[in-house]
Every structure is written in structure tokens, then in C-alpha cells.
């Protein structure tokens, strides 16, 4: 199994990436795909979750900024990130959890890790 995470780089404030994690290895519809990040010094903290196509799950913090979506066909879930803040700097992982997880906001409850990108927003 491999999530392979990337789309990260530095932006100004105010600006916009697209993460992207392709997923090898595991039969992808049937799981919960999320985002979380870890700046230095910070616990890794949820950002965002899909399970199936439609049921989304997004921290509070960036409402209204970023979008989850997933492309079955491709084994790919996306992060859209717009508005971008200073503190949405960190590295950014992508994981799956078993489609029966009910607490998708936790990060004990994903059983595969992706490698991580950086994002780094200018002020």
C-alpha cells in the first residue's frame, strides 16, 4: 500500500495549491480518505476527510477556504486550498481509514500514512 502525497510548495498568503494523494495497493473506494498537517512544533491536527464521494468532513479552521474531493477512477484524493493563511503552513499527510471508522477526525483511526508536503505560506 502507498499514498503518495504532492502538490505542496510555497504560496503567498491569500493563495491557492492543490494537494493531490494517489493512492496504490489498497481497493481506494472503500476508504475514508483524510488530510492532516504538523507544523513545527504543533501536533498533527485533522483538516479534512471524504468517505465515499459526497460525505465531507472539514476542520473548523478552514470552512469556506479548502475543499476534499476524490477521483475513484484515478485512486487520487485532493486537498483545494484557497485563501491561504500564514498558519495553514506545515506539512500536509494524506491517510485511509477503513470505511467503517466512525471518528474520522482522528488520526488513530487511519491505518496508512502517506510521506507528507510542505506547504508553506508567505505573509
Known amino acids: 500500500v502507498q499514498l503518495q502525497a504532492s502538490g505542496g510548495g510555497l504560496v503567498q498568503a491569500g493563495g491557492s495549491l492543490r494537494l493531490s494523494c494517489a493512492a496504490s495497493?489498497?481497493?481506494?473506494?472503500?476508504?475514508?480518505m483524510g488530510w492532516f498537517r504538523q507544523a513545527p512544533g504543533k501536533e498533527r491536527e485533522f483538516v479534512a476527510a471524504?468517505?465515499?464521494?459526497?460525505?465531507?468532513y472539514l476542520a473548523d479552521s478552514v470552512k469556506g477556504r479548502f475543499t476534499i474531493s476524490r477521483d475513484n477512477a484515478k485512486n487520487t484524493v485532493y486537498l483545494q486550498m484557497n485563501s491561504l493563511k500564514f498558519e495553514d503552513t506545515a506539512v500536509y499527510y494524506c491517510?485511509?481509514?477503513?470505511?467503517?471508522?466512525?471518528?474520522?477526525?482522528?488520526?488513530?483511526?487511519?491505518?496508512?500514512w502517506g510521506q507528507g508536503t510542505q506547504v508553506t505560506v508567505s505573509s
Open positions: 495497493g489498497l481497493t481506494f473506494s472503500w476508504y475514508v
Open positions: 471524504i468517505r465515499g464521494s459526497t460525505s465531507t
Open positions: 491517510a485511509a481509514a477503513n470505511s467503517g471508522t466512525a471518528y474520522v477526525t482522528s488520526a488513530d483511526e487511519y491505518v496508512r
